[in-house]
């Protein structure tokens, strides 16, 4: 008895640490930073895990690490040629499913409606935190109208400076939400018409050799 209860204690605490354990994960925001200055795109999450990569005009490689510990990224393997492969039975194919389910009113109206959601609750759960911008147009004439109108406030409510030195570059940093997508993975899963879809599938299936 003694044994079962501390078997118990010891997978409850183990089940209590790994949903601790999701919820910061899942809670923690990514971080996207791209400084087109700098040349580089970076991506921070969890506090110790980075990613960095040069901009295509930048020089350098791209380098995991976590905890400031370089981590080894997988090479690049070149692709193998593809081998001829044996006939196998004809299955429904994704196009033909897709031209059904496109077909039907129905489910084209409902297919549609959870994609847009999708596509929303996914830009949502990203906020710019910081943004700034150095412009500089080729005409001088042109730059110094465009100085002029950033002297009225909303430049610097942008994040837009003007210089007359030729230099243009940009700024950027983003906080995703891992939980949001999530959640709207979760919305759009629950919504799809799974009855309707299936009906589509069969209706693609080939009809059995005979």
Request: hydrophobic share 50%.
């Amino acid at each position: 008895m003694a044994f079962l209860t501390i078997l118990v204690t010891i997978l409850a605490i183990f089940v209590l640490l790994v949903l601790v354990v999701t919820a910061v994960v899942i809670f923690s925001p990514v971080v996207l930073v791209v400084d087109s200055a700098g040349g580089e795109v970076r991506v921070r999450w969890l506090v110790a895990l980075e990613y960095w990569r040069p901009l295509p005009w930048a020089e350098g490689e791209a380098r995991l690490s976590f905890a400031g510990i370089a981590l080894r990224l997988p090479e690049r393997k070149p692709r193998k040629k593809k081998r001829e492969r044996a006939a196998r039975p004809r299955r429904a194919a994704p196009k033909q499913f897709l031209v059904r389910c496109l077909r039907d009113p129905e489910l084209r109206r409902t297919l549609a409606r959870q994609v847009s959601n999708l596509i929303k609750r996914i830009f949502r759960s990203a906020d710019v935190t910081r943004w700034r911008a150095n412009v500089s147009l080729p005409d001088p004439a042109t730059t110094g109208m465009l100085y002029g109108f950033t002297q009225f406030g909303w430049g610097q409510r942008m994040g837009i400076e003007v210089n007359f030195s030729g230099e243009n570059s940009f700024f950027l940093e983003i906080r995703l939400r891992p939980h949001r997508i999530v959640k709207a993975v979760m919305f759009f899963l629950t919504g799809l018409p799974y009855r309707a879809m299936f009906r589509a599938w069969r209706a693609a299936a080939p009809a059995p050799a005979r």
